[in-house]
């Protein structure tokens, strides 16, 4: 035993308190400390418990957005489409991708060293003026059958690939031994292949030890649009479930929806009532075999993948394993503060949790508000 976990504090909320400062370990609201004597002698569940109850604490301060270059709210819905171009008749899209070493601040005062992908044509890049990283990278958008060239430049100290989700040829798989291959740092490549099947996808980092590299940060959505579009919506948004393991021991520390813990409980999403919601969503949660998404209050069709404009479901919970991925699409029919969040407990509690904030629109009722 290590002598935080000697003084009642364990390794997981020992970060959650980082934020404050060792000077304000008193100062973190809610957070009891139990001795080792009182642990010892707790009966099996009650300690299970104990466990979970220092565990659901949400982070004390605010994160530094302007510092990490990227905001949680602008990840929600910056679609970067590149930039587009005519070929012999064809419709050609095409993004500059690069790989940094950039820390980030995941919970105030908790830093993590990773590696990220940027574009010159995201929001963050834009407000930043210059080309700035991002957990999760940018979300690429492009319409079905369109054809997509990556420039993908490695700034990175270490070789890293862009590996997507989707139909291409094994010279543009991004696997290290085929065709290009890894890419070192300094070196460039192009990935160039159509856009299809449409639905929702990823890309990520495909070095081994495949692992460390999607854990560091290396991954994003992928949106491949039907011809024609889909069905119209109020709002779109992308979620990127994730999880970040700050000591690098293989067990996550904190859980979330765009990396950063408890943002959007903290700041919740407004919408309207009767509004329409249509959420991307992608588990890319390393170390933990499945991730979850339950909506408080509701239901919603479940599009898995993306690949049919059929629903195969109305629920209010999906699972999902790595790499899975779907579309979920709803509206609100009452006003109020309604959670959304991972149905796995400890998730939860570490930081993958959020709220909708549905108010009525000007000029309507006020409905059966809470």
Same mark, same amino acid.
């Given at each position: 035993?290590?002598?935080? $976990?000697?003084?009642?504090?364990?390794?997981?909320?020992?970060?959650? =308190?980082? *934020?404050?400062?060792?000077?304000?370990?008193? *100062?973190?609201?809610?957070?009891?400390?139990?001795?080792?004597?009182?642990?010892?002698?707790?009966?099996?569940? &009650?300690?299970? &418990?104990?466990?979970?109850?220092?565990? @659901?604490?949400?982070?004390?301060? /605010?994160?530094?957005?302007?510092?990490? *270059?990227?905001?949680?709210?602008?990840?929600?819905?910056?679609?970067?489409?590149?930039?587009?171009?005519? $070929?012999?008749?064809?419709?050609?899209?095409?993004?500059?991708?690069?790989?940094?070493?950039?820390?980030?601040? #995941?919970?105030?005062?908790?830093?993590?060293? @990773?590696?990220?992908?940027?574009?010159?044509?995201?929001?963050?890049?834009?407000? /930043?003026?210059?080309?700035?990283? /991002?957990?999760?990278?940018?979300?690429?958008?492009?319409?079905?059958?369109?054809?997509?060239? +990556?420039?993908? @430049?490695?700034?990175?100290?270490?070789? !890293?690939?862009?590996?997507?989700?989707?139909?291409? %040829? @094994?010279?543009?798989?991004?696997?290290?031994?085929?065709?290009?291959?890894? =890419?070192?740092?300094?070196?460039?490549?192009?990935?160039?292949?159509?856009?299809?099947?449409?639905?929702?996808?990823?890309?990520?980092?495909?070095?081994?030890?495949?692992?460390?590299?999607?854990?560091?940060?290396?991954?994003?959505?992928? #949106?491949?649009?039907?011809?024609?579009?889909?069905?119209?919506?109020?709002?779109?948004?992308?979620?990127?479930?994730?999880?970040?393991?700050?000591?690098?021991?293989?067990?996550?520390?904190?859980?979330?929806?765009?990396? +950063?813990?408890?943002?959007?409980?903290?700041?919740?999403?407004?919408?309207?009532?009767?509004?329409?919601?249509? =959420?991307?969503?992608?588990?890319?949660?390393?170390?933990?075999?499945?991730? %979850?998404? !339950?909506?408080?209050?509701?239901?919603?069709?479940?599009?898995?993948?993306?690949? %049919?404009?059929?629903? %195969?479901?109305?629920?209010?919970?999906?699972? /999902?394993? &790595?790499? &899975?991925?779907?579309?979920?699409?709803?509206?609100?029919?009452?006003?109020?503060?309604?959670?959304?969040?991972?149905?796995?407990? $400890?998730?939860?509690?570490?930081?993958?949790?959020?709220?909708?904030?549905?108010?009525?629109?000007?000029?309507?009722?006020?409905?059966?508000?809470?």
């Amino acid at each position: 035993m290590n002598g935080l $976990e000697s003084e009642g504090l364990t390794r997981r909320n020992f970060l959650k =308190i980082g *934020g404050a400062g060792i000077a304000g370990l008193t *100062g973190v609201a809610g957070l009891h400390r139990i001795s080792a004597g009182e642990a010892a002698a707790a009966p099996p569940h &009650q300690e299970h &418990q104990q466990e979970h109850d220092e565990h @659901a604490q949400m982070t004390v301060g /605010q994160v530094d957005h302007q510092r990490n *270059g990227f905001h949680p709210l602008d990840l929600l819905y910056d679609f970067d489409y590149g930039t587009v171009t005519e $070929e012999n008749g064809r419709t050609v899209r095409e993004w500059n991708i690069v790989a940094v070493d950039q820390e980030v601040e #995941i919970a105030p005062g908790v830093y993590f060293p @990773a590696w990220v992908y940027g574009s010159p044509t995201s929001a963050a890049s834009r407000k /930043q003026g210059r080309v700035v990283g /991002q957990v999760p990278g940018p979300t690429l958008r492009c319409v079905e059958g369109e054809l997509l060239r +990556i420039h993908f @430049a490695n700034a990175s100290l270490h070789p !890293h690939t862009l590996h997507f989700h989707g139909i291409h %040829s @094994a010279r543009m798989d991004g696997a290290p031994g085929i065709g290009r291959g890894m =890419i070192g740092p300094g070196e460039s490549f192009t990935y160039e292949f159509d856009a299809e099947p449409f639905g929702l996808h990823l890309y990520h980092c495909h070095v081994f030890p495949l692992a460390r590299h999607i854990a560091k940060g290396l991954y994003g959505t992928f #949106i491949v649009d039907p011809q024609g579009g889909w069905p119209p919506v109020d709002h779109e948004y992308v979620m990127v479930m994730n999880g970040i393991d700050v000591d690098f021991d293989d067990e996550n520390d904190f859980y979330a929806v765009n990396t +950063i813990p408890f943002h959007y409980q903290l700041h919740p999403i407004p919408i309207k009532v009767g509004e329409t919601v249509r =959420i991307f969503l992608v588990n890319l949660l390393e170390f933990d075999p499945i991730n %979850s998404f !339950h909506l408080h209050a509701n239901f919603f069709h479940y599009y898995p993948t993306g690949t %049919s404009l059929e629903p %195969s479901e109305y629920t209010d919970t999906i699972m /999902q394993a &790595q790499a &899975q991925r779907g579309i979920l699409e709803f509206a609100y029919k009452y006003p109020g503060l309604f959670m959304f969040h991972a149905h796995k407990t $400890e998730f939860a509690e570490l930081g993958w949790t959020g709220n909708f904030e549905v108010t009525v629109a000007e000029g309507a009722g006020d409905g059966d508000a809470e």
